[in-house]
């Protein structure tokens, strides 16, 4: 999953939870990647992505998708729910769990995992965030730490960073790190509508890519309504 687009609604559903405790928002997101790299790891070419997102109280949940233009690539769909609270004014905590669900996998595939995750968040500059993630099917735990900021343009847009470093260390593959990478263009249309449009980096350092492909540079935008 996209690292993953939970992100926002997790961050408002834990600072909203005090003020509107028992109101329900959601956000809906459709956009198209010209690569679908995770974790450092690429695991598609172009795609369509989407995700529909919902937060009640101090919970979320969702489901996301990678849709891939070639038949050659698999499609994959992550259900996921959370529980975030806010701890002071600039630290918050987080945890929950995410299926990653594989519909075209062939016999003898893995077609589904489970995994639980929590992790801290932090206002201020940089934003910096704390996760740690296993995957118990897998037998695969990660580490990530990731960084954020924007940097207004005028009073309707916005140009955004994103920082990701993480560790993997799984049963079966050994371990390996990774780095992601992004910059948008991000153009509100209201309060509740904007889209986006950015490129990415994003790598591992044991050339688990195609044809051992260690790093890899893309594109991709998106359009995203809140209600």
């Known amino acids: 999953m ?4 939970i992100a ?3 961050l408002a559903a834990i600072s909203a939870a005090g003020v509107n405790a028992q109101e329900l928002t959601g956000q809906a997101v459709v956009g198209v990647e010209t690569e679908y790299v995770f974790r450092g790891v690429e695991l598609a070419k172009e795609s369509i992505q989407a995700s529909l997102e919902g937060a009640y109280g101090n919970g979320y949940f969702g489901i996301w998708t990678n849709e891939p233009f ?5 499609s994959e769909i992550d259900f996921y729910a959370g529980y975030g609270y806010q701890i002071n004014d600039t630290l918050s905590a987080d945890f929950g769990a995410t299926v990653y669900y594989y519909p075209d996998a062939g016999t003898g595939e893995v077609d589904d995992t489970f995994e639980a995750f929590a992790g801290i968040n932090f206002e201020g500059l940089a934003s ?3 996760y740690a993630y296993y995957d ?3 037998e695969a735990l990660t580490l ?7 940097i207004a343009v005028d009073e309707k847009s916005s140009v955004d960073f994103g920082l990701t470093a993480g560790w ?3 049963d ?3 371990e390996y790190w990774y780095y992601n990478a992004s910059a948008d263009y991000v153009y509100n249309f209201t309060e509740a509508m904007f889209a986006s449009i950015g490129i990415r980096a994003g790598g591992n350092d044991d050339q688990l890519g195609p044809n051992g492909r260690e790093s890899n540079l893309w594109g991709g935008a998106s359009f995203s309504a809140s209600f």
Do not use: I, M, N
């Not at 996209?2 to 687009?5: G, N, P, Q, V, W």
């Open 172 to 174: 079966l593959d050994g």
């Open 2 to 5: 996209k690292t993953k687009t």
């Open 128 to 130: 910096p965030a704390f």
């Open 168 to 170: 993997v260390d799984t």
């Open 8 to 10: 926002t609604l997790t």
């Open 136 to 138: 118990f099917d897998l």
């Open 70 to 74: 070639d038949d050659e690539f698999d």
């Open 144 to 150: 990530e730490s990731s960084f954020s900021h924007s």
